[in-house]
């Protein structure tokens, strides 16, 4: 979101000379920014073609996109992306930070009790300043890169909380994704006019809604079988 904010801020100007330049090359009409923009019917207008292209066009799609992603993540979940790339093993751990990733591993209560808390926070610290001096790991892309070196050079065993909470962190984005797709699943199915169904046909619903890739392989014949054999019916299905 600040990459956005930034763009929105000092985008334009950056990107302006590159068009300008590639218009140049190609032969491109260009106008002048500083004239007065000609709108629908040719009508000439009190303002400039830079305040047009800058905020009535490029500032408003950019605000758009800053709406959809604060609408789409919170900042709860934000916050969660935060701490999980401290963990990222990119430009030799450069964004390692062992307050934030203490941070995270306080979430996980049913896996880092107060003592675990302690082991993990000196085992980061050891693995950090061990990592960084092995050329096997300064070259990573990826914490699932991390996780399979990891266990490839046997630090899983050394490091077994660190390894531990690297497997929650792969998990994280997963489970949050498969969280909020089913919250937006539920808007769709629980309107304003179905406020009152039920949490037994909820879930039924939400079902259908969610694993639709697992219905799709059930074939219409044994569903047609089931619903014959679960009670007496005048008629064949």
């Known amino acids: 979101m600040d990459a956005l904010q930034s763009l929105r801020d000092t985008g334009f100007a950056s990107i302006l000379p590159k068009v300008s330049s590639f218009c140049q090359t190609q032969n491109i009409a260009t106008l002048e920014m ?20 800058e905020v009535e066009i490029f500032n408003k799609v950019v605000d758009m996109q800053l709406i959809e992603y604060r609408n789409r993540f919170s900042e709860t979940s934000t916050q969660l992306l935060e701490y999980m790339g401290a963990l990222s093993p990119c430009e030799s751990f450069s964004q390692f930070d062992k307050s934030k990733l203490l941070k995270l591993a306080k979430l996980y209560k049913y896996d880092f009790d107060d003592s675990d808390l302690i082991d993990l926070e000196g085992q980061l610290e050891i693995f950090y300043h061990s990592s960084i001096k092995d050329e096997r790991f300064t070259i990573l892309k990826g914490i699932s890169e991390l996780s399979r070196l990891m266990v490839s050079t046997g630090k ?29 699943k539920m808007k769709l199915l629980k309107t304003d006019l179905r406020n009152k169904i039920g949490d037994e046909f909820l879930n039924d619903a939400l079902l259908c809604y969610v694993e639709t890739e697992a219905l799709v392989k059930v074939e219409n014949e044994k569903l047609m079988e089931r619903f014959q054999k679960m009670c007496a019916r005048r008629g064949q299905i």
């Open 156 to 184: 899983h065993r050394s490091y077994p909380l660190v390894y531990k909470f690297l497997k929650l962190v792969l998990i994280l984005p997963v489970a949050t994704a498969s969280v909020e797709r089913c919250f937006s």
């Open 34 to 53: 500083l004239d007065f923009y000609i709108g629908t019917r040719n009508r000439t207008t009190t303002k400039t073609n830079r305040f047009h292209f």
